[in-house]
Nanobody, 115 residues
Framework: QVQLVESGGGLVQAGGSLRLSCAAS????????MGWYRQAPGKQRELVAH???????NYSDSVKGRFTISRDNAQNTVYLQMNSLEPEDTAVYYC?????????WGQGTQVTVSS
């Protein structure tokens, strides 16, 4: 059974930082591209960042320079360090694992940034 469990969300003031974690089980973690997505109220889910098995990363333009994605293959965990948070970053953040045609999602964690 595949599980992706996110943690680390919460309420933070603009300019603050949060670190999200996603612990994976039931998959061969180091085969998978891991990603963070977010969905704000009334908006479509969008890619925030992803990291492929060799560690290369990709970011959306809206978070580039502020967010950092990383992975610990020994711990089967992916992280998202979020700095200089803005109210526009408020959303539910989802962890995703992708390999070939297999896609798995976590349940999401709420991030709220107050102005």
């Amino acid at each position: 059974q595949v599980q992706l469990v996110e943690s680390g969300g919460g309420l933070v003031q603009a300019g603050g930082s949060l670190r999200l974690s996603c612990a994976a089980s039931g998959i061969t973690f180091n085969f998978y591209t891991m990603g963070w997505y977010r969905q704000a109220p009334g908006k479509q889910r969008e890619l925030v960042a992803h990291i492929i098995p060799d560690g290369r990363t990709n970011y959306s333009d809206s978070v580039k320079g502020r967010f950092t994605i990383s992975r610990d293959n020994a711990q089967n965990t992916v992280y998202l360090q979020m700095n200089s948070l803005e109210p526009e970053d408020t959303a539910v953040y989802y962890c995703a694992a992708s390999f070939l045609r297999r896609d798995y999602w976590g349940q999401g964690t709420q991030v709220t940034v107050s102005s």
